[in-house]
Each structure stands twice: as C-alpha cells, then as structure tokens.
C-alpha cells in the first residue's frame, strides 16, 4: 500500500477518510467566487451549508463550545465519503425501496424493545432524546444502508484458504513460556532531589484553570415520575427548548422544582485545591465545556441526564509541595531508576545471573495476562522470538523479560474451526476494500476549497 502522506485512506467499513491535504487539489482549483462550496467530488459539489450542519450536530454530540483540527478534519471526511457512496451507488444503480429501508429500521437495536422486537415507543423516545424528527433519522439511516450494500455487493462471495485457516490457527493458539524479573527501586531521595524535581517540573503539579458550578440529577425521580415513561421524555425535551431559549439554570430549577448539588473549585482532572480527586470529579469534562455565555447545558454523565451550570472560571490554580506531591514525585524518580536498573541488565546481558529475582510464567494464549501486563503488552511479547530479551513498564512497575519457547495449545476449543474460517474470510474482505479504495480515488477526483475552510474554523 502507498504512504498516507501520497494518498488517502478510505475505510469503507465506516465510510470515514483520513483526510491528507497533499492529496487533493486546493485553493486555486476553485476559481470563481463559489463561496459556498467547501469541496467536490468528481465535480459534484459538497456546500457549506452541509459542512455548518453537520459541525452544529457534532457540537451537540460532543458536548463542546469549540471543535479543533480533529474535528473539522472529522467533518470534511464524513462529507466526502457520503459523497463517494452517493456517487458509487449512482454508478451501480442502487436503488433502496421504502419497504427496504423500513426492515432495515425496525433491525435497529436502538430501536427494538428487551425482546429484540421493533418498539414504537423506542423509537419516538430517541427522536425526543436526540432532539431529531423521523424525517432526518430515515435520510441519515437510508444514507448508511445504501453504504452497507455498495460495500457488500464487493465482499460478498469471498471465502478462506486452507493455508491462510492454517497460519492464524498457530497464531490463535500458540502458548508462550517465559521468565521475568521484576525490578524493584526503593531508592531513598534527599529533600533538595524532591524539591529540584518540583521546580524543575512545577507544571506537572500546577492545578491549572479551576472551575465550580452547580448540578441537577434528571432522572424521573427528580423530576417527579414514577418510571420512564413518555411524560418523563417530553418533560426532558421541554427542558432542552428551555435551554435553547436562554432560559437560566435558575429559572430551570423553579420551573420544575429541581434538587440541586454544588461542585467546589476542581481543575479539569477532576482534582481540587488539596490535589485530591473530587468527589465530584465526574462533572469536570462538562464544566470545562461550557464557557460565560454558554454556562449551562445538559450532559450525559455514567449513563445519566444531568443539567449542569458553570458558576466560576478561576486562573492559575497553584499548588505547594505537600506530602501527596512529595511522595508521587519519589514514585516518578524510583520508576526512572528501575528503567535504567533494567536498561543495564539488558545491555549486559545478564538475565540469567539474577537467578533469585527470575520468576516463571505461562501463558496459554494472548490474552492469558496472569494478571500482570495490559493488552498492548501482551502483544509484544507474543510478537518476539525465542531467547530475546526485553523490558516493558506496566503502570508504575518495570519488568524485564525472557522468552524461553513457544508451543501449541492441544485443547479442543468449541467452534475454533468456524471463527477461524470467518476471521480469515473478514481478513481477505478488508484487503478487497482497501483495493477498492484505491480504485475509488482515482475515479472520483476530490478537490478542496482551502480558503472557504479556513474562512468557516475561524467563524464556528
């Protein structure tokens, strides 16, 4: 496959692109005054107006006042697949009848009730939740199902090969013995080592902007119901209109005879001025969110609807060497210790010579951990060879570890042939689309209008 920074990546399975600029045409291309189009897809014009749209939903969805690079970058991507699929499913005469998309809805989990069957009332409670129509919901869900059958009318058929089953059958089950030496540092620091790390690294330890505000819980308790019924969402929509009109936290409260809970002065971790966590840590996101002429909105927070108001924005909140900072800062210097400890030990290769420090393990698949390394370290050492020797840091601890030899699980496990066949099949279906990329850039010539979308990051 040819470098991202020559070509753009279209992921057929999200009908997402990673957008690189360098790719497509720019600037000069639109000549002519067309303000209000931010680019084209095989000529066929993507409007700003659809770009303003879709950054005023992701806004709403993020729960945020402002987007970054990430975003607008998010955006434009989204746009310009729809475009392709829309332009591809033209080509192939893909049509989607009513019928089609009406069983393609009521598949939807969203909206199909604890049986798995399509609920009526599901479905109006996420229009209501959501704050959309059911005329918006069936464009966009036409949109995705026209995507699902252009990609699967180029996947469907493909099968697995025996030789292909039989390598990722000895990766599924392959086993690996190893021995691992946990290093240990309690390396004892003077006050002045403590303190010249503090200043040399007073920014790690600064608190930072901090913020407090005000909560409500809306759940139907607190508003007054005795389940979740259809009053309880068009009482959780009206509150949302009040919200779009401005209406002030306060008046919310009165209006709907609301409890409410203050949050104390904490930074965007969630600490406070002890450098503690909060207890009410889990409204730091959405107080850092809101700003003074957006201060109150509605967020989702461990699966609850709270209204949440910014009362106070305070600059530089610093914090002084105490204990708590004292001992995290022993933490970090005895952590580097143990890296340079285990950084010695490799480049001598002296393993074996620490006979009383080694400890044996087994692991009988990838994600077999014993209870010790996370997943991204367990794929590093399936990955290495018989007799290599490395470190890896888990959290605050260092290992250093030795591979001793791989073997084959000889357990029957229940249906490995069929989810063997199924990955390699899902193997072989993603090289196709990733060809089918390919082939898809260089049909539809995609062209971007630099300055209309410089001219749109600095207005939203």
Do not use: C
């Not at 030990?345 to 620490?354: K, L, P, Q, R, S």
């Amino acid at each position: 496959m040819k470098s991202l920074s020559k070509k753009i990546f279209l992921t057929l399975f999200t009908g997402i692109i990673i957008i690189v600029f360098g790719a497509w045409g720019m600037g000069d291309l639109f000549s002519g005054g067309n303000k209000n189009i931010i680019a084209t897809v095989d000529n066929k014009k993507i409007f700003v107006q659809d770009f303003i749209t879709n950054a005023r939903l992701l806004l709403q969805q993020k729960q945020k006042n402002n987007l970054d690079d990430q975003d607008y970058n998010y955006i434009l991507n989204r746009l310009i697949s729809e475009k392709i699929y829309e332009i591809l499913s033209s080509d192939l005469d893909l049509k989607v009848s009513d019928q089609a998309l009406a069983t393609y809805i009521k598949s939807n989990k969203e909206f199909q009730d604890q049986n798995g069957d399509f609920s009526r009332t599901q479905y109006e409670k996420y229009l209501l939740l959501n704050n959309l129509n059911s005329q918006t919901v069936e464009f966009f869900l036409k949109k995705e199902l026209v995507k699902k059958i252009a990609t699967q009318s180029f996947i469907n058929g493909v099968t697995f090969t025996n030789y292909h089953k039989k390598n990722l059958e000895n990766d599924f089950l392959k086993q690996v013995s190893a021995e691992y030496i946990k290093i240990n540092s309690n390396k004892t620091f003077s006050e002045n080592e403590i303190k010249n790390y503090f200043a040399d690294n007073e920014k790690q330890f600064s608190l930072g902007q901090m913020r407090s505000g005000k909560t409500t819980v809306l759940d139907y308790k607190n508003l007054g119901f005795e389940n979740e019924n259809d009053e309880y969402y068009k009482m959780l929509n009206n509150i949302e209109n009040d919200i779009i009109s401005n209406t002030s936290f306060e008046e919310i409260i009165k209006k709907y005879n609301l409890k409410t809970q203050a949050v104390s002065r904490i930074n965007k971790a969630g600490l406070n001025l002890n450098y503690d966590f909060s207890k009410k840590k889990q409204f730091a996101n959405a107080l850092f969110s809101l700003n003074e002429n957006l201060n109150t909105e509605i967020f989702e927070i461990n699966k609850k609807k709270y209204l949440v108001k910014l009362d106070e924005i305070y600059e530089n909140g610093k914090t002084n060497l105490n204990e708590k900072i004292k001992n995290q800062i022993i933490e970090k210097l005895n952590f580097e210790e143990k890296k340079e400890i285990a950084k010695i030990v490799i480049n001598n290769n002296n393993f074996d010579e620490n006979k009383n420090q080694i400890t044996e393990v087994f692991f009988k698949d990838i994600s077999d951990n014993q209870k010790l390394f996370n997943n991204e370290n367990m794929v590093k050492i399936f990955n290495m060879k018989i007799g290599e020797t490395f470190s890896i840091n888990e959290n605050k601890d260092v290992y250093i570890i030795k591979i001793k030899n791989f073997s084959k699980k000889n357990k029957k496990i229940e249906n490995l042939e069929t989810i063997i066949e199924n990955q390699v099949i899902n193997n072989f279906q993603s090289l196709i689309l990733q060809s089918l990329d390919d082939y898809l850039l260089k049909r539809y010539p995609i062209k971007i209008n630099e300055k209309v979308l410089n001219q749109i990051k600095k207005n939203i």
